[in-house]
């Protein structure tokens, strides 16, 4: 079974938010092992020059990389990361493991986006969309990509 590590940056305050997590999270239990790790965010003052949020993003970097596993392919969220739709996503997914790969990490980064020295890290930057999101919201958009991914590439029916 392929192991499927979100790394992102803050936690997830809204119930809401938490219970939409938690149902993807049990859906994905059949197709993957699923982890989650919350790395601290960092306060951003309002009108932050852009050296303090230079810091901040870096802080948070280093937060993040701690969690890379070397083994993983490491996949990183970012606005101008290659784009797809959910059968190509799907079989992106597939062929990680076509390849060997048994472990692949998404990074969805803080309320400033991601340090370079993350972006340099990863293997694949993913963009879903070239609006931005809201950090909780993104988790869940991407576990549910991920979970249609898994019924896709299962052959199992999904809502269109």
């Known amino acids: 079974m392929s192991k499927i590590t979100i790394i992102c940056v803050g936690k997830i305050k809204e119930k809401y938010w938490n219970d939409a997590i938690s149902e993807y999270s049990k859906r994905l239990s059949r197709y993957c092992k699923l982890g989650i790790i919350e790395v601290a965010d960092e306060k951003t003052p309002d009108n932050a020059p852009p050296a303090i949020e230079e810091q901040i993003k870096d802080k948070e970097g280093k937060r993040i990389i701690k ?94």
């Open 67 to 160: 969690n890379i596993d070397p083994s993983a392919f490491v996949c990183a969220l970012a606005i101008n990361g290659k784009k797809f739709t959910s059968e190509s996503f799907s079989e992106f997914i597939d062929s990680q493991g076509v390849k060997g790969i048994n472990h692949i990490q998404f990074i969805i980064g803080g309320s400033l986006g991601l340090h370079k020295s993350v972006l340099d890290l990863a293997d694949q930057h993913i963009s879903f969309s070239d609006m931005t999101f809201p950090h909780q919201m993104m988790r869940v958009i991407l576990l549910e990509q991920i979970y249609r991914g898994y019924k896709i590439i299962s052959g199992e029916p999904y809502h269109k």
